[in-house]
C-alpha cells in the first residue's frame, strides 16, 4: 500500500527566502503525486500535481515541485515566500493498483516570519 | 456555486450516540472521498467511493460506515460514537483519478 511522509512538521523562514517542503513515497507501482495547501481554517485547495511526463511541475503562485522516481520523491519548493504562504501544505499520493485511494502525508506547517 | 457541502459544521455528541455526517456535492463528480483531519497526523481516509454504487475501506475505517446514496451524496455514520472519534471531518469529491479533489469546510467534532 501507499503511504506518504513529510518530514518536516514545522517550517520556520523569512519572508522573501527560498523554501523546501519535503516528501517521500512509499509505493511499489506508478503514482500521481499532489501538493495541497490548506489555509487556516479552510478546506483544502490542490496546488500542483504530477500524473506524468516532465517531472517538473509548477503552480500559478511560484511554486514548483520536482518528481524524483529513484529517490521516491516529491519536494515543493519556492525561491521566495511570501506572508500569505503561511498555511498548512500535504503531500498526497495515490498508486496505480487504485488511483481512486489518495492517501496524504501528515502535513507541513510553514510560517512566514516577516 | 456550492461545490461540496459538509453539514452540519459542529456536533458535540456522548460516548455512545450515533449520528450521521452528510456530504453532497453539485459537480457531477464520480469519487467521493471521507477524511479525518487530526493534529499532527494529517489526514487520514477513513472510506471512498470510486463511483456510484461502489465504497472502499481507507486507512482508518474501523468505527464507520458509508453510504453513496447517489452520485451526489456520500454519507458517513458513526454508529457508537467515542471519545477517539473527535476530530475534524472532511469530505472531498473528483471527476476522474487525475483531476483536483474539492474539499468541503470540514464538520468538528467532538465526542465527550
Known amino acids: 500500500a501507499q503511504s506518504v511522509t513529510q518530514l518536516d512538521s514545522q517550517v520556520p523562514v523569512f519572508e522573501e527566502a527560498p523554501v523546501e517542503l519535503r516528501c517521500n513515497y512509499s509505493?511499489?507501482?506508478?503514482?500521481?503525486l499532489f501538493w495541497y495547501v490548506q489555509y487556516p481554517n479552510q478546506g483544502l485547495q490542490l496546488l500542483l500535481k504530477?500524473?506524468?511526463?516532465?517531472?517538473l511541475v509548477e503552480s500559478i503562485n511560484g511554486f514548483e515541485a520536482e518528481f524524483n522516481k529513484s529517490q521516491t520523491s516529491f519536494h515543493l519548493r519556492k525561491p521566495s515566500v511570501h506572508i500569505s504562504d503561511t498555511a498548512e501544505y500535504f503531500c498526497?499520493?495515490?498508486?496505480?493498483?487504485?488511483?481512486?485511494?489518495?492517501?496524504f502525508g501528515p502535513g507541513t506547517s510553514l510560517s512566514v516570519i516577516p | 456555486n456550492a461545490g461540496v457541502t459538509q453539514t452540519p459544521k459542529f456536533q458535540v455528541l456522548k460516548t455512545g450516540q450515533s449520528m450521521t455526517l452528510q456530504c453532497a456535492q453539485d459537480?457531477?463528480?464520480?469519487?467521493m472521498y471521507w477524511y479525518r483531519q487530526d493534529p499532527g497526523m494529517g489526514l487520514r481516509l477513513i472510506y471512498y467511493?470510486?463511483?456510484?454504487?461502489?465504497?472502499d475501506k481507507g486507512e482508518v475505517p474501523n468505527g464507520y460506515n458509508v453510504s453513496r446514496l447517489n452520485k451526489r451524496e456520500f454519507s458517513l455514520r458513526l454508529e457508537s460514537a467515542a471519545p477517539s472519534q473527535t476530530s475534524v471531518y472532511f469530505c472531498?469529491?473528483?471527476?476522474?483519478?487525475?483531476?483536483?479533489?474539492?474539499f468541503g469546510q470540514g464538520t468538528r467534532l467532538t465526542v465527550v
Open positions: 504530477y500524473l506524468s511526463g516532465s517531472t
Open positions: 472531498a469529491s473528483r471527476r476522474t483519478v487525475n483531476t483536483e479533489a474539492f
Open positions: 498526497a499520493v495515490s498508486a496505480r493498483t487504485s488511483y481512486d485511494k489518495v492517501i
Open positions: 459537480m457531477n463528480h464520480n469519487s
Open positions: 509505493s511499489s507501482v506508478s503514482v500521481y
Open positions: 467511493s470510486a463511483s456510484e454504487g461502489t465504497t
